[in-house]
């Protein structure tokens, strides 16, 4: 035998003797969504039964750290423990805080060497959504909640990440059926997977009121007894909704309320007669048409309730915004619609928040702190680029995650057409409406409305898979994107899915892997 050959039965019985295969290639991993820049160094860091989790004593990232554990121990049994120490460790992870401008708030930066995984971040808010990178880097079966066996091995190298967008959420219609809270932090649970930071409420519209008000309680006793189909429907306490403000927190997620007005009213109207112009309570509810209600926008009691709403709801919501709806007001007279609009605005800011209204309120003169959410009408939108006003961007034809799949979809609409999960996946919110460019947009919100949606696996299955690519959309660099690339990551979250038990659309797109 040659020399050349005696090396290459040495490299193939190498190979062979090193089973099971490692993932040595940082570079091909399955995040979602895809982090700034990663380069690869081609070992493999591993966690064992003697690693630990090293916190910087004196930072923040004490509970961070905690959530980390609790994410690391269900599949691998390991302990894990977390540790303050004053310098880095020279094995195991290390979550510490840096000054580096570039990652902003929610960015960070990940150093993978073969004895220690350091995650660094300038606030505990960028290292969370580190965690979430760590998490989609381990094998799958870390997504387990028994304990399994696998080699836990991370690629080495280093990923620096930030977002592109400061603003990417989503949002849940409450009103047309109710979820309860636990299907509302389950949902929070997964956004936070997919490093969103805004969850958008819809809490009233004309099936339902779903936010309990101190100083008007037929709100929720007549307006939140029935749903869409006419279900028993249901509602909030303000105790379950701070409940859900703090598990949003503890997620780096900002709730977002919202009271739609002067449409989509009817569980007010049929709460509280003196709300109607004629003084007669209308009959609750439980159809889906739209744009058939309205507050009387001439009578100053409609004032005085919308003053207690807000005031209520801005106490018991830490985030900067309240939503005040002002879609479909279909009639309400456009002359009444605008004062109607800025009297509103006015008394958000007279509350202390910040006011955002889907785009019909461009209508009216915003303030330039308000925000407009687009999702019909691109002359709205102008408007508020015009009035300096800032933009969510949620076109229905792109990002309603209640648009059918397909014309087979079981659950959903069709009005804005169908979203198969590459349509939902392939656009960038800077090219949909030329007058609005990158400078006016704030950022991209996927909301799901519910008219179709009556449980948790009916909201799972119009949400999964399309939110990862929203989350995509929201963080990462258009640049280098595709979708033939993209669909490869997402159908190893598919096993995610499998893992977790989410009922999910296994789009015919998606090479799922099986
Ligand atoms: C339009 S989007 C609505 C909602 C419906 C939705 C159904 C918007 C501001 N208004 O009232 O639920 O379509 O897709």
Redesign the pocket.
Known sequence: MNKNVLLLLAIVSGLLSCAPEEPTDLTQNNVIPKPVSVTATGKAFRLSEQTKIYVQAGSNLEATAQYLQGKLTPATGFQLTVEAVSEAPSEGIFLTTTNDPELGNEGYALQIDKKLLTLQANKAEGAFRGIQTIRQLLPLSIASSSVQQADWMIPTGTIRDFPEYEFRGTML?VA?HFLGAEDVKHFMDLMAYYKFNVLHLHLT?DQGWRIEIKSWPKLTEIGGSTEVGGGEGGFFTQEQYTDLVNHAAERFITIIPEIDMPG?TNAALASYAELNCDGKATELYTGTE?GFSTLCTDKEITYEFIDDVIGELASLTPGPYIHI?G??SHVTKKEDYIPFIERVQDLVYAHGKTMIG?DEVTLAKLDKRSIAQY??SAENAKNAVQQGVKVIMSP?KKA?L??QYDSLSPLG?H??GYVEVDTGYDWDPVKLEKEIGRDNILGIEA?L?T?TVTNRADMEYLVFPRLAGYAEIGWSPTEGKSWDEYKVRLAAHGNQYDTWGINYYRSKLVPWNK
Do not use: F, K, N
């Open positions: 219609d047309r519209d989509h739209v709806g879609d479909e889907w999702w019909s229905a309603y209640d648009m609409l009005w804005a909301p409305w008219e």
